[in-house]
């Protein structure tokens, strides 16, 4: 599984990063990144639930 931010629609909220620390991290410019590709097993679910609650939808998942 792969997480792929767009960084044009990111609102720098840091919801991701706090619900998934271990694949998400903010970058120099307020914006998430995933910094593991791919995602580890154990953070799948977490890592999902971070796509779902996005209010800017910006978290794209790939399986
Ligand atoms: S939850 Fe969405 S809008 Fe908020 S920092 Fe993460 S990718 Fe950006």
């Not at 840091?14 to 307020?30: I, R, S, W, Y």
């Not at 990144?33 to 939808?57: G, H, L, M, S, Y």
Request: charged letters at 35%.
């Amino acid at each position: 599984m792969k997480a792929i931010v767009d960084k044009d629609l990111c609102s720098g909220c840091e919801l991701c990063t706090e619900l998934c620390p271990e694949v998400f991290e903010m970058g120099d410019d307020d914006k998430a990144f995933a910094k593991i590709d791919p995602v580890p097993p154990d953070n799948e679910d977490t890592c999902r639930e971070a796509a779902e609650q996005c209010p800017t939808e910006a978290i794209h998942i790939e399986d």
